[in-house]
């Protein structure tokens, strides 16, 4: 569903590292409720902050598609900036604030980037 909903302007490797992720951050969610996850690449204030901007960008989208809310550049920035924001935080405990912060807003760059070249029907 994320894919299709933020995805519009992400490429095959953006799309896997968003699965990549999920899959993650579903682990870390069963963790919590008794099982064991297998895999450790984002620590757990990593996964609450992308699972937040995850789910701010999906309710907007959502309620685009249903005719509730418009879209603005900045919506649309900021989903095509997702996955460039969960690479900033793979494991993010070993980096200085100063690197994620620079990541971070690079991040946002990237995502305008990523709707330019779609726009024109440019490949990255």
Request: glycine share 6%; charged share 25%; aromatic share 12%.
């Amino acid at each position: 569903m994320m894919t299709g909903a933020l995805g519009t302007a992400w490429n095959a490797d953006e799309k896997r590292t968003l699965r990549q992720w999920m899959r993650e951050f579903y682990a870390k969610r069963s963790e919590i409720h008794g099982q064991e996850a297998t895999t450790s690449h984002w620590p757990y204030w990593a996964h609450a902050l992308l699972g937040t901007v995850a789910y701010v960008a999906l309710v907007k989208h959502a309620l685009a598609a249903d005719g509730r809310y418009a879209l603005t550049d900045s919506d649309e920035q900021n989903a095509a900036a997702l996955p460039h924001r969960i690479d900033c935080l793979r494991d993010a405990d070993a980096k200085s604030q100063e690197e994620f912060a620079r990541c971070w807003g690079h991040a946002s760059w990237e995502g305008a980037m990523a709707r330019i070249f779609k726009r024109f029907g440019l490949q990255r």
